[in-house]
């Protein structure tokens, strides 16, 4: 079973900055996406970016573009969201979600989650 670890969530003022880090516990055979999430209070859980591991690419949620970066510490076996000029609306739970093979004997990926970190976005 594979568990993600997310990290580096806390309370920043507007304007600010946080890097978010994800990393998996048990060894992977194959990563096909690295994605992240999140959460308002009293909301439904929205997608904010996705690299796609084997050409690199990366997309981003229209509200996030231009402020969010995410990348991969391939030494680390992680991914990070760097997140730039913070605004209060970006206050939520964060989750970081792979789509990976564990095994090279599993026949098709599946979907691991993380557990979620908090972001806070306030003066």
């Known amino acids: 079973q594979v568990q993600l670890v997310e990290s580096g969530g806390g309370l920043v003022q507007p304007g600010g900055s946080l890097r978010l880090s994800c990393a998996a516990s048990?060894?992977?055979?194959?990563?096909?996406?690295m994605a992240w999430y999140r959460q308002a209070p009293g909301k439904e859980r929205e997608w904010v970016a996705t690299m796609t591991t084997n050409t690199g690419s990366t997309i981003y949620a229209d509200s996030v573009k231009g402020r969010f970066t995410i990348s991969r510490d391939n030494a680390k076996n992680m991914v990070l969201l760097q997140m730039n000029s913070l605004k209060p609306e970006d206050t939520a739970v964060y989750y970081c979600k792979w789509m990976v093979r564990q095994y090279a004997s599993d026949s098709r990926p599946r979907d691991y989650w993380g557990q979620g970190t908090q972001v806070t976005v306030s003066s």
């Open positions: 048990a060894r992977i055979f194959s990563i096909y996406t």
